[in-house]
C-alpha cells in the first residue's frame, strides 16, 4: 500500500527536494515541528462549536483558538502580561470539549497553562484568585473553612472534597449509607484540599504544596481504597498527582467507577424518565464516558433519554469562570438546562459541581448516588 | 495601549473614532470593548497570508473598539453612531472567511455578532430563521433533532455562523442537491445606514421588482449588518447511498457527472479528484490510487434516492470503488491542520476557488495548474471539482511552495493568485466560486465585472453614502 505522503514524493519531484521541498519533508518526517500553541492558534476553531464558552459568550477572543493566540501573542512579547490580557485565558473552563475535535487533539487549557503559571510567578493574579491561594493555604479547604472532622481508619476512606464538605455535606452522608449497603466499611477524615483549584489558576507551585501535604495526610491513614464523590478530586489524584510525582499509596476511584464494579449485583428498580449529565472530569479526563449511562442501564423499569448534547460543561468547571465571571457560567448552566430539559425533567450526574450549577430551573437534578438509594428503597 | 504589533496595512483612520467609542460606551456599556486583547482577536479573519504576518508579529490592521450586540436594537445603534461620526463599522461572524473580508483596514469598529443566536423552526413552512450569529453546527443539530437539515455543509461548518454564509455566498459540501445558501435564503432582516432596520419577508416568492434579498446574499458588509435569515429547510434524508469510482482521465469523470446532471438526477455530494490529489486523500484505497477519483453521496426520499443511484451507476464511465472511500471522506472532511503545520515553518498554503462552464473546464483546469505552477516556488498544486450544476463546475485548487530567496512569503503568495487568476480569467471561468472577495480577491473584481463594476460601486455609495460600512471590502 502506498504511503500517506507518496503523493507528495510525486508531485515535488527529487530537484525541488534540494529547495524548498526538503523543509517540507521534514515537517511529514516529524523532524521540523512548531509547538502546539503555535499550531493551535494557527486553527480557523474548528473545535468552536463544542467550546460552551464560544458559543454562550460569543466572543472571538475566548473561542479556543482566540485563547491561543492571545496566549502565544503574550508569550511573544506582544501582548502585555496583565489583567486585561490574561482574562480571555482564564475564561476557559478547562473541560477539554474542544480535544475532541482537534485534529491534534489539543488540549486548550493544557497549552495556555504555561501562561498562567508564569503571570502567578510574576504575581499577575486576579484578586478574586488571591483570596482562593490564601484559603488552601491557611485553612487547606478552597472555601477557607478548615474541616472540624475527625480522623478514622480502616481500609476505604471516603473522600469529600471540598464541594460536598462545604455545600452538600448531606451527600456525603448518603454516599456513606450506600457504601455501607455494598459491604463497604468507608471512614472519613478532617480532609485537605487536592489542590486542583491552585493547579486550574496557574498556581502549580501552591499547588504541589496542598498536594503533598493531602497525599501525605491520606498516605498516613493507611487506607488501602479512596473512594470520592468529585471526579475532580478523582482526576487530580489520579492524573496530577503522578504528573507532578506526588505519590498516593491507596487505588482512588471516583464512586462511579467503584459503582461499576459491583452494579450488577443489585437489585434496582423504579419506573420514571431521567436523562443524565456527564460531568466533563468524569468522561474526559477520566476516560469514563460510558459509565454514568450504563449505571442508569441497570436500574429496571427506568426510561434513559438522551441528553441533546452527550457532553457540554456546566459552566463551573475550571475553578476560574465562576469566580471571575459568574454571571457567564451562571448562562452556560442555563443554556446546558435548556439541553437537558429536551430529555427529561430529572437529571442525574455525578459531580457535586455540576448538580449545584444544575438544579433549578425546572430541572431537578440528582448525584448518581443518590438516585440509586432511592431506587434501591423502592 | 499594549499592543507591539507593526501594522501592516497602514491607512488613515476615518472619522471620530473616539467620539464615536464614547458614545456607543453610552449606549452599550460592556457590549463596547477596548481591550488590547478584542482589539487583537479582531484584526484579522482565516486570510492566510496574514497568519504568515502574526508568525513575524504584524497584524493587518486593528480596530479600535470591538461591539457585542445582544439584540437589533444593539446593532442599530451601532449603524447609527457609525453613520453620524462616518467612523467604519465591520461585521465580524465566525471568522472563517479566508480573504480578508473582516479586516479593520481603516480602523473604526468590529460587530461581532455571535450573541444573536435565537433559533425558531417553522414546520409546515419548511423554514427556519435564525440570528445571525447562530453557529452552523448548531442550526443543523437543531434541525436534524426535529426531523429536517439544512443541508449545508461548509468546511467551516463548526466554527462559522449563518450570518457569515449568507454574507460570504458561502456553499456547502452537500450542494450539488441542496445548492448554496443563496438558494436557501428566504428572507432577511439588515440594518443599513444611517441606522434603520429593513426585513425583507420570507415569502414563497415575490414579484415585487428586483429581488433585494440577492443584493445582501454575498454582500460581505458593504451594504449592511445582517442580524437575522430565514432559511429553507428539507425533510431528513430517508435513505442515503455511497458510490466512488475510479476513472483514467479528468475529463471521462467530467463527464460522466455532466450526463448524470443532465438527465435530472441530483446527488447530494460530487467530488472529482485529480491524480495528485487522489493520490492524498485515497492512499489506502489501491482501486483508487494514481487514477482519478469520484465520491459521490445519493440521499433523500428512498424512491427517488434509488432512481437516481441506478442513472448515476448507468452514467459513470469509471471503475466502481464502493463505499469505503466515501466513508474514508466523510470521516475526515473536517479536519483542518496543513496551514498549522506547515505556516510556521515557511510554506505558503492556500486554496482557490473558482467556477466555469462544461465546455471550457477541463480546459480552466489545465490553465490554472500550468499557471500556479509556473511560479517559481511552487512546489505542488492540485484540485478538486466539489460543486456541480447543469451548466458547470467548480474546481477548488490547492497551492504550496516555499516563496525562492530574495521574495517575501506575501510576494511569493502574490504571484500565485495572480497567475491562478490571470489563467480563470483567461479560461473563461469566474475569480470565485464561494469564498467571496475580501480584500484580498477586490484587486481582479474590476476585470471580471467590467463596467458592471462602476454599478456595484454606484448601489454600494447609493446605500452607504459615507462608506462607513466596511469600507475597501470588495469594492475599492
Known amino acids: ?88 485565558l482564564y475564561t476557559c473552563l478547562g473541560c477539554d470539549l474542544c480535544t475532541l475535535y482537534c485534529p491534534f487533539e489539543f488540549s486548550v487549557a493544557d497549552l495556555i497553562q504555561p501562561v498562567k503559571e508564569e503571570a502567578v510567578n510574576m504575581g499577575v493574579v486576579f484578586e478574586e484568585f488571591r483570596k482562593v491561594f490564601e484559603n488552601l493555604e491557611t485553612s487547606g479547604d478552597v472555601y477557607g473553612n478548615a474541616d472540624s472532622g475527625t480522623d478514622g481508619s480502616g481500609k476505604v476512606l471516603y473522600f469529600k472534597g471540598c464541594t460536598v464538605r462545604n455545600e452538600r455535606p448531606e451527600l456525603a452522608e448518603k454516599t456513606l449509607v450506600l457504601l455501607e449497603k455494598l459491604g463497604y466499611e468507608a471512614f472519613t477524615i478532617s480532609e ?3 489542590g486542583l483549584p491552585a493547579y486550574n489558576l496557574g498556581n502549580t507551585e501552591l499547588f504541589k504544596k496542598v498536594a503533598k501535604r493531602t497525599a501525605e495526610r491520606l498516605n498516613a491513614t493507611g487506607a488501602e481504597l479512596i473512594v470520592t464523590s468529585c471526579p475532580s478530586c478523582a482526576y487530580t489524584f489520579h492524573v496530577l498527582y503522578p504528573k507532578y510525582g506526588i505519590k498516593l499509596k491507596p487505588q482512588v476511584l471516583h464512586i ?123 | 495601549m499594549t499592543l507591539t504589533f507593526d501594522e501592516v496595512l497602514k491607512r488613515p483612520k476615518r472619522g471620530s473614532v473616539d467620539e464615536a467609542i464614547a458614545e456607543l460606551k453610552n449606549l452599550l456599556g460592556d457590549k463596547v470593548s477596548t481591550k488590547p486583547a478584542d482589539l487583537f482577536s479582531y484584526s484579522h479573519d482565516y486570510w492566510l497570508i496574514t497568519f504568515h504576518w502574526l508568525l513575524k508579529g504584524k497584524v493587518p490592521a486593528l480596530p479600535d473598539a470591538a461591539v457585542f450586540p445582544e439584540s437589533e436594537e444593539d446593532v442599530v445603534k451601532a449603524v447609527k453612531v457609525a453613520h453620524e461620526k462616518g ?36 414546520e409546515d413552512d419548511l423554514m427556519v430563521e435564525a440570528g445571525a450569529g447562530v453557529n452552523g453546527y448548531y442550526i443543523e443539530e437543531y434541525l436534524n433533532r426535529r426531523g429536517y437539515t439544512l443541508g449545508h455543509f461548509p468546511q467551516s461548518l463548526y466554527p462559522s ?104 438526477a441530483r446527488p447530494a455530494v460530487v467530488r472529482i479528484y485529480d491524480r495528485v490529489e487522489t493520490k492524498r ?138 497567475a491562478a487568476m490571470r489563467a480563470t480569467l483567461d479560461s473563461g471561468g469566474t475569480i470565485s466560486h464561494h469564498h467571496g472577495i475580501g480584500r484580498h480577491r477586490r484587486g481582479w473584481l474590476a476585470e471580471e465585472l467590467g463596467d458592471a463594476y462602476e454599478v456595484l460601486r454606484k448601489i454600494k455609495l447609493a446605500i452607504d453614502e459615507k462608506d462607513v460600512m466596511n469600507p475597501g471590502n470588495m469594492v475599492m
Open chain 1, 1 to 88: 500500500m502506498p504511503g500517506k505522503w507518496d503523493w507528495l514524493k510525486d508531485e515535488i519531484g527529487f530537484s525541488n527536494l534540494l529547495t524548498g521541498g526538503r523543509m517540507i519533508f521534514k515537517v511529514v518526517q516529524g523532524k521540523l515541528s512548531a509547538d502546539d500553541l503555535t499550531k493551535c492558534a494557527l486553527c480557523p476553531n474548528m473545535c468552536r462549536h463544542a467550546c460552551p464558552v464560544s458559543i454562550v459568550e460569543g466572543r472571538e477572543t475566548t473561542s479556543p483558538a482566540g485563547k491561543a493566540r492571545v496566549a502565544l501573542m503574550i508569550r511573544e512579547g506582544r501582548l502585555e502580561l496583565n489583567l486585561d490580557n490574561l482574562e480571555p
Open chain 1, 192 to 194: 485537605t484540599c487536592c
Open chain 1, 256 to 378: 462511579t467507577e467503584l459503582l461499576g464494579e459491583v452494579i450488577g449485583g443489585l437489585k434496582l428498580k423504579g419506573a420514571g424518565t431521567v436523562t443524565y449529565h456527564n460531568p466533563c472530569k468524569l468522561a474526559l479526563h477520566l476516560g469514563r464516558r460510558g459509565l454514568l449511562k450504563s449505571l442508569l442501564e441497570n436500574v429496571e423499569g427506568l426510561e434513559i433519554r438522551e441528553p441533546r448534547r452527550e457532553l457540554f460543561c456546566c459552566g463551573h468547571g475550571g475553578s476560574a469562570v465562576s469566580r471571575l465571571k459568574p454571571e457567564l457560567a451562571e448562562e452556560i448552566a442555563a443554556e446546558r438546562r435548556k439541553q437537558l430539559r429536551d430529555g427529561a425533567a430529572r437529571v442525574v450526574t455525578a459531580c457535586p459541581s455540576c448538580e449545584l450549577a444544575l438544579n433549578g430551573d425546572g430541572l431537578e437534578v440528582l448525584d448518581i448516588v443518590e438516585f440509586l438509594l432511592e431506587r434501591m428503597e423502592e
Open chain 2, 87 to 122: 467612523v467604519p463599522l465591520y461585521p465580524y461572524g465566525g471568522g472563517s472567511g479566508v480573504l480578508g473580508a473582516t479586516v479593520p483596514e481603516y480602523g473604526g469598529i468590529v460587530v461581532d455578532l455571535k450573541r444573536l443566536r435565537d433559533l425558531r423552526l417553522y
Open chain 2, 161 to 264: 455562523t449563518v450570518g457569515g454564509w449568507v454574507a460570504t455566498k458561502a456553499i456547502g459540501q452537500f450542494s450539488t442537491r441542496y445548492g448554496g445558501i443563496e438558494d436557501m435564503v428566504l428572507g432577511i432582516r439588515a440594518v443599513i445606514p444611517p441606522g434603520k432596520l429593513i426585513e425583507l419577508k420570507p415569502h414563497p416568492r415575490t414579484a415585487t421588482g428586483p429581488d433585494l434579498r440577492k443584493l445582501f446574499v454575498g454582500s460581505e458588509g458593504i451594504f449592511g449588518i445582517m442580524t437575522r435569515v430565514w432559511l429553507k429547510v428539507r425533510p431528513y434524508p430517508e435513505e442515503r447511498f455511497l458510490l466512488s469510482f475510479a476513472s483514467e482521465s479528468l475529463e471521462e469523470a467530467l463527464d460522466s457527472v455532466r450526463r448524470i446532471l443532465h438527465r435530472g
Open chain 2, 281 to 418: 486523500h485515497f492512499y489506502k484505497f489501491e482501486e483508487l490510487y494514481g487514477k482519478i477519483g469520484t465520491v459521490i453521496i445519493v440521499e433523500g426520499d428512498s424512491r427517488l434516492a434509488r432512481a437516481e443511484k441506478e442513472i448515476v451507476e448507468g452514467e459513470f464511465k469509471g471503475v466502481p470503488a464502493g463505499e469505503e472511500p466515501v466513508r474514508h471522506w466523510l470521516k475526515t472532511r473536517f479536519n483542518v491542520k496543513e496551514i498549522s503545520e506547515f505556516a510556521p515553518i515557511g510554506v505558503v498554503i492556500d486554496t482557490i476557488e473558482v467556477a466555469v462552464n462544461w465546455s471550457r473546464a477541463a480546459e480552466l483546469y489545465g490553465n490554472v495548474i500550468r499557471a500556479m505552477k509556473s511560479v517559481k516556488g511552487t512546489l505542488m498544486a492540485s484540485a478538486h471539482a466539489s460543486h456541480f450544476y447543469d451548466q458547470g463546475v467548480c474546481f477548488y485548487f490547492t497551492f504550496a511552495g516555499v516563496p525562492p530567496k530574495g521574495r517575501s512569503a506575501e510576494e511569493f503568495y502574490n504571484a500565485v493568485w495572480d
